[in-house]
Nanobody, 127 residues
Framework: QVQLVESGGGLVQAGDSLRLSCAAS????????VSWFRQAPGKERQFVAA????????YYADSVKGRFTISRDNAKNTVYLQMNSLKPEDTAVYYC????????????????????WGQGTQVTVSS
């Protein structure tokens, strides 16, 4: 099994940056695509970004495109989400999730397809 632990969240002002980390334990990210989701109070879980296992292709929700960057460091068995130009509407609990690489990229935004989730890290952006 894959166990995921997120870190790096915090309280920042609008326009600031944060880098979230998702570290895998139990086994590596090898053979898995990894995505970031977020969930604000009273709202459904929302797809943010994905990094495919094969080819390292990246995918982003329109709301974060151009501001957020997802990346993978296989040596450290960690996936990152660099968040720049943060806005108050980015406030949410951010989760990383792993999906077997047998799934195509059109599956990435669907949280129901992911078997492995971290516990989440809180990101709060003040105006």
């Amino acid at each position: 099994q894959v166990q995921l632990v997120e870190s790096g969240g915090g309280l920042v002002q609008a326009g600031d940056s944060l880098r979230l980390s998702c570290a895998a334990s139990g086994r590596t990210f090898g053979g898995y695509s990894v995505s970031w989701f977020r969930q604000a109070p009273g709202k459904e879980r929302q797809f943010v970004a994905a990094n495919s296992w094969r080819g390292g292709r990246t995918y982003y929700a329109d709301s974060v495109k151009g501001r957020f960057t997802i990346s993978r460091d296989n040596a450290k068995n960690t996936v990152y989400l660099q968040m720049n130009s943060l806005k108050p509407e980015d406030t949410a609990v951010y989760y990383c999730a792993a999906l077997p690489a047998t799934y195509y990229s059109d599956s990435y935004p669907d949280p129901r397809l992911y078997d492995y989730w971290g516990q989440g890290t809180q990101v709060t952006v003040s105006s």
